[in-house]
């Protein structure tokens, strides 16, 4: 493990994205459903980065919700949310992440889409924050810089009255998103195979000024 160093999050921009993408990809080279989308781990690295290029170009930095996490001025993790109202993409946009996805998934496409729709059946429908995506370089794990990201979101949904939604890919990041407030919703049907994916779900909390 690395040295922590000097560390700050802020927003993404476009010329972040072809690093935190490299960072993504390596974050989630273990991630259990990328696994399964990707079984094959000569080549899942590469996907990864192209998945990330992808969502980041095509929704995260138009919606302004991707954060990125520096350590001595180098990209060490990012989260990409997705603000309130924002799930379904434009026509244009929704065709442009497909090319990218078909890119960078290949002929494992169909089960990411299989998964994806699992997932669209459990989402909530009111208004909230849903984090998409959160990973920190494995050199920097267990350094705190996933809290640190995760905070200024966080803050904002707790600000503004808004909840947060994720799925927990890992059984062992369940504890981590309920010391923030999020409680698993229930199980979800996922196609056979699939790795199991934890729903969670985090009511604003109750600002100071409101108290």
């Known amino acids: 493990m690395q040295g922590t160093g000097e560390r700050t999050v802020r927003p993404a921009t476009a010329a972040d994205v072809k690093a935190l993408a490299t960072v993504m990809a390596r ?59 924002q799930l379904a993409s434009g026509t244009g946009e929704a065709l442009r992440v497909l090319a990218g996805l078909v890119h960078a998934l290949g002929r494992r496409m169909g089960a990411a889409m299989a998964l994806s729709t ?16 959160i990973g920190v370089d494995p050199s920097r794990q267990g350094t705190g810089i996933a809290s640190e990201l995760l905070r200024p979101r966080l803050d904002h949904c707790d600000r503004t009255g808004l909840p947060a939604y994720l799925e927990a890919s890992k059984p062992a990041s369940v504890p981590l998103y309920q010391h923030f407030g999020f409680d698993p919703t229930g199980e979800m049907e996922l196609p056979a195979g699939a790795p199991p994916l934890t729903p969670m779900w985090r009511p604003p909390a109750v600002s100071p000024e409101a108290s």
């Open 27 to 85: 974050a989630f080279y273990d991630d259990p459903p990328f696994g399964w989308i990707l079984p094959n781990p000569a080549t899942r690295l590469e996907r990864s980065r192209r998945f990330f290029v992808t969502v980041s170009r095509g929704e995260g930095l138009a919606r302004g919700g991707i954060d990125v996490a520096l350590v001595d001025n180098q990209i060490a993790g990012a989260a990409i949310w997705r603000p309130p109202g």
């Open 118 to 133: 699992a997932m669209t059946r459990v989402h909530p429908r009111e208004p909230h924050w849903y984090l998409f995506a």
